[in-house]
Every structure is written in C-alpha cells, then in structure tokens.
C-alpha cells in the first residue's frame, strides 16, 4: 500500500477541514453578536468572542495534525509520540463529530466526517508504531506471561507462559 499519498491527501484534507471550521466559527460568531444573542442569560460579546476563539484553537489543532501528517508523508517515516497523540484525538474527535453530525447536518457532512476518520487511522495503521517496537520473534505476544506457545499446544489446554515442547506421543 502507498504510505505516502494516504498521509498526504489526509493532510491537504486537514488544511481544508482547518479554514473550514475558521470560517464557520467566524460566521456564527458575526451573527451571535449582530442578533445579540443569549444564552442563559451571558454577554453576547463575550459568545461571539469565544465563538472566534474556538474556532481558531480548533483549526490551529487541525492545521497542526495536518503538518505533522505531511511531515509523515515527505520524510516516510511513522510519526512520533507527540505527532502520534495529535492524531489519535483527532481521528477520535472525527468519530464523535460524525456522529453528531448525521443528525445535525446530514449524510454528506457524516460521510466526510467518516472519510476523514479512516484517513487519519490509516495512515497511522500503515505507518506502525514510532519505535519499529513489537515483539521482537515471531510467535510473541505482547501480553506478559503470554509467551511463545501456550499451555494448550503442550496438551494441558491452559493459556500461559509454557515455552516447553510437548510431549512425544
């Protein structure tokens, strides 16, 4: 599988989604303080104000996924553990918004939700951990006391950490 264009088009992706809500939260931020809006009774300005502030945080925090994706794609190599934490909380904001989205906005907005989802899982999946880690021989698990073979293959049918040949019938 290529490696390199799955990062890069999540990344141009990010950068599209990032002006997006920019631009949203700008205009929901212009309207709630044309209309004066209020919410339990709070000061119009300062919705409209936190309103731009969300919206420039959030699409900061999917211009920097986007970097760190595109900084995966031109150098070919799994991203790090900052990079990797980054994407993991996008790919699970991804998941809930589309799930608010399917009833707030619609199918369409659902389905980009979810493209974006498994793009951002994707490319961490086919980039593998940061360390190259995992076990280190075949036949390993990860578990502790979950060693090369299991209780099962010697004949006593228990999981565990037996690594002794079973016996000759």
């Known amino acids: 599988m290529a490696r390199r264009p799955v990062a890069a088009v999540a990344a141009a992706l990010l950068l599209v989604e990032a002006v997006g809500i920019v631009l949203i939260n700008m205009v929901l931020g212009i309207s709630v303080d ?5 919410l339990a009774g709070l000061d119009p300005d300062a919705m409209s104000v936190s309103t731009w502030i969300m919206g420039g945080v959030f699409g900061l925090y999917l211009a920097a996924c986007a970097v760190a994706l595109l900084h ?6 799994a991203p790090g553990r900052l990079a ?56 390993t ?3 502790p006391g979950f060693g090369a073979g299991t209780d099962a ?8 950490g037996s690594t002794e040949p079973a016996p000759a019938t």
Do not use: C, K
């Not at 044309?34 to 209020?38: E, G, I, P, T």
């Not at 293959?153 to 565990?160: D, L, Q, S, T, Y």
């Open 34 to 38: 044309r209309q004066h809006m209020s």
């Open 72 to 77: 995966t794609a031109i150098r070919d190599r």
């Open 84 to 139: 990797r934490a980054l994407l993991i909380g996008a790919a699970v904001v991804h998941a809930v918004l589309a799930i608010v989205v399917v009833g707030v906005v619609g199918w369409a907005a659902f389905a980009f939700m979810m493209v974006m989802f498994g793009l951002i899982v994707l490319a961490l999946i086919v980039y593998g951990p940061a360390d190259g880690g995992g076990p280190e021989r075949a036949g």
């Open 141 to 143: 698990d990860a578990v």
């Open 153 to 160: 293959e010697a004949g006593n049918g228990e999981p565990g």
